[in-house]
């Protein structure tokens, strides 16, 4: 089941949000997540958070108007409303979720939710979280990617070590490499044929697909 999840960090282009949206067998909001969707035209499943951040009229229309399911937590809480929008999704039969709106000026909620894929991880989730330039996920094993034009590839090691790592169809190859925290090396790869594969014997790897709008089109 595939679930997106909506948090209150940057807004995404309407166009990504719709199209992530349109084949959701659940769509969750964070919070003022709530927001985005509603102004994209788009009522979510379920809404989550203490509701700080969404404004108050377009709560009451999801609430009244759509019958959306409400999920109320206080502000004085021990998890983010983004790790409860996550939960709630998960407790939906959500093995796949696509997380928008999750990075924004607040670094500390931008690596906790980056971080928070650890957790999808752990229960055999597939999670990434995604905007117009990015798309972010984590892995400890064999990864498939498929080719985009003009994006990068980049590879960061979240734990000590990452033991054997090898790399298909990249430009700069990798063989039997350890690469360590706090190492760059992995940073701003890019792809040599359609397809790229990513697998190691040991550790957590953040994987990050990434382009920059100074070199797109116009």
């Not at 108050?56 to 399911?69: A, E, H, I, S």
């Not at 959500?94 to 670094?107: F, H, N, P, V, Y």
Request: glycine content about 8%; proline content about 4%.
């Amino acid at each position: 089941m595939r679930a997106v999840v909506v948090g209150s960090g940057d807004p995404v282009d309407p166009e990504l949000l719709k199209e992530r949206c349109k084949d959701a067998d659940i769509i969750v909001a964070a919070d003022g997540g709530g927001l985005y969707l509603y102004e994209a035209g788009i009522t979510p499943d379920i809404l989550v958070g203490d509701f700080d951040s969404i404004p108050p009229k377009v709560l009451d229309y999801f609430c009244t108007q759509k019958k959306v399911t409400l999920k109320t937590f206080p502000a004085e809480k021990d998890f983010t409303d983004m790790e409860l929008a996550l939960d709630a999704a998960v407790d939906g039969g959500a093995d796949e979720i696509c997380i928008l709106s999750a990075t924004g000026s607040r670094l500390d909620h931008s690596a906790g939710n980056i971080l928070l894929l650890f957790s999808l991880l752990e229960r055999n989730i597939k999670g990434w979280i995604e905007d117009a330039n990015n798309r972010v996920c984590l892995t400890q094993g064999r990864m498939e990617l498929k080719r985009l034009d003009n994006w990068k590839v980049s590879l960061i090691s979240l734990s000590p070590e990452v033991k054997g790592l090898t790399t298909e169809g990249l430009l700069y190859p990798l063989k039997n490499y350890t690469l360590k925290l706090g190492s760059s090396l992995g940073i701003s790869n890019e792809f040599a044929s359609d397809t790229a594969a990513v697998s190691f014997d040991k550790g957590l790897l953040m994987v990050v697909l990434t382009r920059d709008d100074s070199h797109l089109p116009d």
